[in-house]
Structures are given as structure tokens and as C-alpha cells.
């Protein structure tokens, strides 16, 4: 089983959609977690961290269940700009903070 | 502000050549890091140093690759020989220590293809 797991999509929706990404981790170890983004052909950009709690950046929202394992991104009035691949990251306890990366979901948002 | 620097940005080459790719990380990083992006794999961390020195390297391939750091501001991969099977995107990232933001910086990596 891989560390961390996502649908790999692609996500096709029109613009202003609200789309929403899962991702599950194996590690119950887990310590923190994050949500990057890559554009086609470019390299991977931290897009925002995921804490207990919840939180947003503007028409994004990350949630994270222990319990469960899962990290969501929900991603509100969408744009053709937000058409992108979504990684999802964890960090371990004990591992000197190394980033484990899951595998993506690609998003195409459409006109 | 300059950021992660690699080079070269697309190679070709044939089977059993070396491949040496460069990166110079963001100044003041005090974390660098070798990462390989496959479509069937995704991202995988090959090699990460801390103030120039390898912390891990489990997820080096196998003898082929070899990794060094000689100085803060400057790392290279190795791969001799190559196989078709090493063609991938290499990405360097580097980081600040004792910053709990789990941002890497990326360079824009280094399109291997090995024919």
C-alpha cells in the first residue's frame, strides 16, 4: 500500500464548479500535511498546509481527519487558472520533516 | 530573489552514457533535495543533505546513481551508466532548517531522456 493515496482523476468540471480532492495516508504517525500544486511541464508549488482544524485561503478549503486518515482540498467557484495537478504531501514523525508526495489529481477546469 | 537553479534543463542521451545534473539551492537552505518524477511513479525522494551532508539515501535506485554536495551552494547527481529507465524528471528542492512550513522550493528540474 502506497504512504499516500489519490485519485488520480482527471477531473473535468466547468468553471465556477465546486470540486473537492481526497487523499488518504497509511502512517497513523503522520505529523503534518500539506497541498501542492503543479502545473503542466512546471515544477511543484507549495499551495497551502492543512491544519486540525481546518482552513482556507481565499476559495480554498483543506480539512484533515486523523481518524480517518484523510486530507481533503475543496476548491469553490473554480478557474481555468486552477487547472492544475493537486499533490498531497505528509510529513513523519522522526524522519528529520521529509516530505512524503502522493501520486497527484489532475484538474481540468473548462470554459 | 533567485531560486533553485538546475541545470541542464533537458538531456538526451543514449544508453551507457554518465548524466551529471547540477542544482544550486536557494542561499541560506540548509536542506537539499534529489527528487524524481515518473508518471508511473510520481515523486519519489531519491537523496536529501543537511549543511551539505547526506542524511538519506535509501531511495537512491541502485549503484548507478550517486549523489554529492560539495559545498552549500552547490549538488550534483550522478547516473553512470544510464538506462532508459532512469528518463524522468529530476527536481532539486532546498529549505530552510527549524522552518515547520513543509515549503520546498523546487527548481524547474532537469527532463532526462536516455535512449
Known amino acids: 500500500r502506497k504512504e499516500v493515496e489519490q485519485d488520480p482523476g482527471p477531473f473535468n468540471v466547468p468553471e465556477g464548479a465546486t470540486v473537492a480532492f481526497n487523499c488518504t495516508y497509511s502512517?497513523?504517525?503522520?505529523?503534518?500535511f500539506f497541498w501542492y500544486r503543479q502545473d503542466c511541464r512546471k515544477e511543484p508549488k507549495l499551495l497551502m498546509s492543512?491544519?486540525?482544524s481546518g482552513n482556507e485561503d481565499g476559495r480554498f478549503t483543506a480539512q484533515l481527519n486523523r481518524a480517518s486518515q484523510y486530507i481533503s482540498l475543496l476548491i469553490r467557484d473554480s478557474k481555468l487558472s486552477d487547472s492544475a495537478t493537486y499533490l498531497c504531501?505528509?510529513?513523519?514523525?522522526?524522519?528529520?520533516?521529509?516530505?512524503?508526495f502522493g501520486s497527484g489529481t489532475q484538474l481540468t477546469v473548462l470554459p | 530573489d533567485a531560486g533553485v537553479i538546475q541545470s541542464p534543463r533537458h538531456e538526451v542521451t543514449e544508453m551507457g552514457q554518465e548524466v551529471t545534473l547540477r542544482c544550486k539551492p536557494i542561499?541560506?537552505?540548509?536542506?537539499l533535495f534529489w527528487y524524481r518524477q515518473t508518471m508511473m511513479r510520481g515523486l519519489e525522494l531519491l537523496i536529501y543533505?543537511?549543511?551539505?551532508?547526506?542524511?538519506?539515501d535509501s531511495g537512491m535506485p541502485e549503484d548507478r546513481f550517486s549523489a554529492k554536495m560539495p559545498n552549500a551552494s552547490f549538488s550534483t547527481l550522478k547516473i553512470q551508466p544510464s538506462e532508459p529507465r532512469d528518463s524522468a524528471v529530476y527536481f532539486c528542492?532546498?529549505?530552510?532548517?527549524?522552518?515547520?512550513?513543509?515549503?520546498?522550493?523546487f527548481g524547474e528540474g532537469s527532463r532526462l531522456t536516455v535512449l
Open positions: 528542492a532546498s529549505r530552510l532548517a527549524g522552518k515547520n512550513t513543509g515549503e520546498l522550493f
Open positions: 502512517n497513523s504517525a503522520s505529523q503534518s
Open positions: 492543512v491544519y486540525s
Open positions: 504531501v505528509v510529513t513523519v514523525s522522526g524522519s528529520a520533516r521529509q516530505l512524503t
Open positions: 542561499s541560506g537552505h540548509d536542506y
Open positions: 543533505f543537511n549543511n551539505n551532508v547526506p542524511i538519506d
